[in-house]
Structures are given as structure tokens and as C-alpha cells.
């Protein structure tokens, strides 16, 4: 088959990405999933909701969360092949990119507590004082089974998309640290030792720019819990994190930059899960494509293997050849997002331009994430909506990649705004020039600038076709830049 290569993730990052110095550790890594870590996996989505151990035999609150232990053997082995730590090694986000992409093959929920303790880790080296990066980051960086996790909760009740108007949580300075209370509605990666959250200091201005950033330990300097769990959501699917809802009174808490800046801090922490987010979109897409594959290649219908059938081969074909163009988009996005991370306000081109692939990324891939694992279903038929095939799995995850980060229609209007504030789509058309997908690209830029004179209600009214299409040809035109290995391309 010319696609053999969607069956291993590391096959496709070889195939897409060409050799890296993480090939090793890459294939160990993808060795053990095979292994050990696809039961494990499953085993975790059947158990479904793990509980919460509020109170120990002697009533003190202790608020645990009781996964198998196997489960924690999966999720040390992240850790353990350096989805943080290479990261502050080698002075690259790159290890941590290719390792999500392959945890996220196998179990995209799983991905979540390495990026949010990679969200946590990044603003906390890069606008934490001494202090607070000497008593915490080495935690965060340890390449044992002692590491610490980290967590980003943003989102409270009333909503999430409208962060200015709906973050209620309070931030009083108290000595040398502030004191937050309020509730977090959905926060990932409950019972994190370290959480950033964003909060509002008393007295501060109404909307995202009263918003700062701060860090949460889980415990208070006294030892005592620092928050606590309310209960655990009962989700569809990434069971593999625990999401839970948070309660914080008067919780210890320290401000990563300066209070005014704040919405610029949580924008960071929030682009990094949606790199994140669109490299896991891709790599379940594949995983949805391998599992039809395997599929087609084995049922028979009408005398011939289902795989030989026309109609079915061109659906396959033209699969694996969008699959390539989405990962060329996140790909390119998480280089971008590698080369820029540091950057503080104001912020360059570059950055804007990563801005924009973010949003572009963080939309399509996970729209296609949905319809390839839609379409996987259907590959098996009938056999498809039983759960104990586990095909149907990679729906239930893939609405949640779609949701969480930030909705569709968010990513189109946030790439719709960067682009009327800062020309970003004309940084694009500069950065694709050599490419040979350009020309359809400075069609559609073109035609941004015509929409971008529209009245705001107009403008928004008829966005979604037309930023559909941008994604979708900036995908193409990116994956005419990528250096593809020819032993693969359909
Ligand atoms: C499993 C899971 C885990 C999560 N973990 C975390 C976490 O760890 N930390 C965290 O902070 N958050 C987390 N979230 C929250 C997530 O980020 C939000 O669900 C998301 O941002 C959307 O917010 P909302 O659900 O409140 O929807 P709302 O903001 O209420 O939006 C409802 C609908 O309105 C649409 N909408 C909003 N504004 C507009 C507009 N201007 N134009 C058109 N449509 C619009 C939205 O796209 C959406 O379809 C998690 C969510 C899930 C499902």
C-alpha cells in the first residue's frame, strides 16, 4: 500500500518531518504503546469517570483522584521520555511537539496533562521571578517519576469563549503573594501540583484587560490543601485526564508578569494548548485512518476486500493526502510557535503570523479530526457504533478536541481579528512566496481584504466559508513547503 505509513505515528513524523536527534527515544516510545500502553489506554476510556477520595480515615480532606495504577504508569512514561524536561534541555519545544504527536495517536486525552504542564512550565520560566522559578520549576523539570504536573484553569461557569466577562475568581495581594477565590468550572488535570489560573485583582478594570495570570500550588506553604476538587466531569471521552471542577479560597497564589498585562500571558498559555490540540487532532485523525485501513484491508463484500472497491480506494486516497496537508498546518504552526515562544510585547510579525496558523490550525485540524473519525466509523459499518471495537472512540474524542481550546467559530473569529489588526494574512502570503500553493493563497487574501471592509455584523455573518477555505488552502500550500519523503506520497 502507498500508505502504510498511517499505521505507525512515527512512521508518518519520519515520513513528514524527515530525521530528527528524537528518533530514538521516538520509537522506544511508540514500542511501549504498542506494548503495554494501547490496553492500558483502553482499559482507562472503558473504566470511564475515576472517583475523587475527598477524605482520608481520619477525615482529613485529602481530595485524591483513584485511576488504576496502571494509569499512572501511562502517564509517567511521557514524562519519563521527556515531553518537559528535553524541552529545557536542548533550548527546543520540538521533542515535546513530536512526543505529543505520538502520545496523541494512541490516547489524546493522555496529551492533555503534558501540555497543560507544558503551559504551566513556559510562562513560568519565562515571567516568573527567581523566587518562584527556584522553589518550583525544578519540579516541573525532573526526569523521574517524581515529576511534578502542572494545569491552566481559565474557564468558569458562565463560559469560557468570553474569558473578560466570565472570570469571576478574585485575586487579593496578601505579603508577599496574592490570595485567589472563585470557582473553576473545567479544569483539566485536577490535582496538578501546580496550576496557572486566571484571576481578577481586586480593584482592576472590567473585561479581559483586568485579567492577570497566577501560579496555584496544589499545597500551601503550611502543607495544607491549596484548593480543592469539587467533583470530577463525566465526559464522553478523554478519560485519560481528569477534569474536574475547582474550588480556590483564599488559595496561595503568585502573579507571573505584571497584573496589566495579564491577558497577554493567559493568550500565550492558551496558543501553546491550541498547537498542542491541533497536533493531537492530526495524529487521531491517523489513527482513525489506520483502523479503517486495517479494517477494509480484511472485511470482504461484493468478492473483493472492501479496500479494493473504487469508490472506497479514492476516499482512502484523498484521506491520507489531507492528512498530509493538515499536519503540514499544525506542523508548521508548532515551528513557529518553537521560534517565537519567547517573544514579549510588543510582538513581531512572526508572532502574528503564528497567530493566525494557530487559529487556522486549531479549526481544521479538528473539524477534520471529527469527520475522519465519523468516516472511520462508517469504513466498519455496523461493527462501528459497538463500543467494544473501540472505533467509535475516536469520535467521542475528537468532539472534544473540536470544544476544548477554544470552539470553531472562536478560532475563525480570532484569525479573522488578527488579520484586521495586524495583517497577518499578508505575512502568510510573504512566508508561502516560493511555495507552489501560493497563487490560490493570494486569491483568498485578496478576497480577505474585501471582507475585512464589511461592516462587523456582515463581516462575521458570512466569515465561516470563506475562513474555511483560507484553512484549507494554507494547508495545502504549507504541505508544498514541507520537505515530504517521497517513499509515501499517494
Ligand atoms: C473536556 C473539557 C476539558 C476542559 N478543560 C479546561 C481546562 O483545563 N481549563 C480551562 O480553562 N477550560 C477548559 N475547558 C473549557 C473549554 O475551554 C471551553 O469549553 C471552551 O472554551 C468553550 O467555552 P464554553 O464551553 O463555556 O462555551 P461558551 O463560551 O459558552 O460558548 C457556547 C457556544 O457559543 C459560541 N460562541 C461564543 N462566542 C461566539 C461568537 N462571538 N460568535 C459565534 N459563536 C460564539 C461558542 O463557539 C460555543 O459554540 C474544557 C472543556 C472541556 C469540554
Redesign the pocket.
Known amino acids: 500500500m502507498p500508505f502504510d505509513f498511517v499505521r505507525s505515528p512515527y512512521a508518518l513524523l519520519q515520513d513528514m518531518v524527515g530525521p530528527t536527534p528524537y528518533d530514538g527515544v521516538l520509537k522506544e516510545y511508540e514500542a511501549w504503546w504498542e506494548q503495554e500502553g494501547r490496553a492500558i489506554s483502553d482499559a482507562v476510556d472503558r473504566a470511564q469517570t475515576p472517583w475523587v477520595r475527598m477524605f482520608d480515615t481520619a477525615g482529613k480532606r485529602v481530595d485524591e483522584i483513584l485511576y488504576p495504577p496502571d494509569y499512572r504508569r501511562m502517564l509517567k512514561q511521557g514524562y519519563r521520555s521527556g515531553v518537559l524536561w528535553r524541552a529545557f534541555r536542548d533550548q527546543t519545544l520540538l521533542p515535546s511537539f513530536l512526543l505529543l504527536y505520538l502520545t496523541s495517536f494512541y490516547d489524546c486525552g493522555l496529551s492533555c496533562p503534558y501540555t497543560?504542564s507544558l503551559s504551566t512550565v513556559l510562562p513560568l520560566s519565562k515571567y516568573g521571578d527567581a523566587a518562584i522559578k527556584e522553589r518550583f520549576l525544578p519540579n516541573l523539570l525532573r526526569e523521574d517519576d517524581a515529576v511534578w504536573q502542572g494545569?491552566?484553569?481559565?474557564?468558569e461557569i458562565k463560559?469560557?469563549?468570553?474569558l473578560g466577562a466570565n472570570v469571576e475568581t478574585v485575586a487579593v495581594p496578601q505579603g508577599d503573594a496574592w490570595q485567589l477565590t472563585g470557582d473553576?468550572y473545567?479544569?483539566?488535570?485536577a490535582g496538578a501540583e501546580l496550576a496557572v489560573a486566571a484571576a481578577r485583582p481586586k480593584g482592576a478594570p472590567a473585561g479581559v484587560r483586568g485579567l492577570a495570570l497566577f501560579l496555584v500550588p496544589r499545597w500551601r506553604r503550611s502543607g495544607e490543601l491549596n484548593y480543592t476538587i469539587r467533583r470530577l466531569?463525566d465526559?464522553i471521552a478523554?478519560r485519560s485526564v481528569p477534569?474536574g471542577e475547582i474550588e480556590l479560597r483564599d488559595s496561595e497564589a503568585y502573579l507571573l508578569g505584571s497584573a496589566e498585562e495579564g491577558i497577554y500571558l493567559i493568550l500565550e498559555v492558551l496558543n501553546v494548548s491550541r498547537i498542542s490540540n491541533s497536533l493531537g487532532s492530526v495524529a487521531l485523525a491517523q489513527r482513525a485512518i489506520a483502523d479503517a485501513l486495517s479494517f477494509a484491508e480484511s472485511r470482504v463484500a461484493f468478492g473483493r476486500r472492501i479496500v479494493e472497491h473504487p469508490m472506497l480506494r479514492t476516499q482512502f486516497d484523498e484521506r491520507v493526502r489531507d492528512l498530509r496537508a493538515a499536519f503540514a498546518l499544525a506542523w508548521e504552526a508548532s515551528r513557529l510557535l518553537n521560534e517565537v515562544w519567547q517573544e514579549r510585547r510588543p510582538y513581531s510579525d512572526r508572532y502574528h503570523l503564528f497567530r493566525l496558523l494557530a487559529h487556522l490550525a486549531k479549526y481544521w485540524t479538528a473539524e477534520f479530526a471529527v469527520q475522519t473519525a465519523k468516516w472511520c466509523m462508517e469504513v466498519h459499518g455496523g461493527l462501528g457504533v459497538l463500543a467494544e471495537f473501540r472505533v467509535e472512540r475516536w469520535l467521542r474524542e475528537a468532539m472534544?478536541l473540536a470544544?476544548?481550546?477554544?470552539?470553531?467559530?472562536?478560532q475563525l473569529?480570532d484569525g479573522l481579528e488578527v488579520m484586521e489588526r495586524k495583517q497577518a494574512h499578508h505575512t502568510l502570503l510573504q512566508y508561502l512566496a516560493p511555495a507552489s500553493g501560493a497563487p490560490e493563497v493570494r486569491e483568498i487574501v485578496e478576497a480577505i481584504d474585501a471582507h475585512l471592509k464589511l461592516p462587523i455584523e456582515e463581516r462575521?455573518r458570512t466569515w465561516e466559508p470563506i475562513g474555511t477555505r483560507f484553512a484549507k488552502v494554507t494547508a495545502e500550500a504549507l504541505l508544498q513547503k514541507m520537505p515530504v519523503q517521497k517513499t509515501s506520497a499517494s
Open positions: 497543560v494545569a491552566t484553569w481559565m474557564t463560559g469560557g469563549s468570553d473553576k473545567f479544569a483539566s488535570n466531569k465526559k478523554t477534569t472534544i470544544i476544548w481550546e477554544g470552539t470553531a467559530h472562536r473569529l462575521e
